[in-house]
Nanobody, 121 residues
Framework: QVQLVESGGGLVQPGGSLRLSCAAS????????MGWYRQAPGKQRELVAIITKEGSANYADSVKGRFTISRENARNTVHLQMNSLKPEDTAVFYCNAKVATSFYSSVQDYWGQGTQVTVSS
């Protein structure tokens, strides 16, 4: 089993910053991609940013230039630095990791429990 534990959400004013972190633990052989998704009320879950174990990152157009994803492979941890936050960034943010739990298994998706980010004055 693999567990993802998120931290760092909260309430922030427009223009402010937050840093989310997610640590994976359990029966991990390799984590290929780690990423962050978000889901606002009444909307579908959407990709925010992903990063490969080699460090290649991709972002949603709505967060480019404001958010930065980073990863610590030795600690199976991914971070999301969010700057210049806007009210429309308000959502529950979910960590995702694509994990192989043995040398003979395929990669599977694992999700964190979600952390609330609220941008409001």
């Amino acid at each position: 089993q693999v567990q993802l534990v998120e931290s760092g959400g909260g309430l922030v004013q427009p223009g402010g910053s937050l840093r989310l972190s997610c640590a994976a633990s359990g029966s991990i052989v390799v984590i290929t991609t780690m990423g962050w998704y978000r889901q606002a009320p009444g909307k579908q879950r959407e990709l925010v940013a992903i990063i490969t174990k080699e460090g290649s990152a991709n972002y949603a157009d709505s967060v480019k230039g404001r958010f930065t994803i980073s990863r610590e492979n030795a600690r199976n941890t991914v971070h999301l630095q969010m700057n210049s936050l806007k009210p429309e960034d308000t959502a529950v943010f979910y960590c995702n990791a694509k994990v192989a739990t043995s040398f003979y298994s395929s990669v599977q998706d694992y999700w964190g429990q979600g952390t609330q980010v609220t941008v409001s004055s």
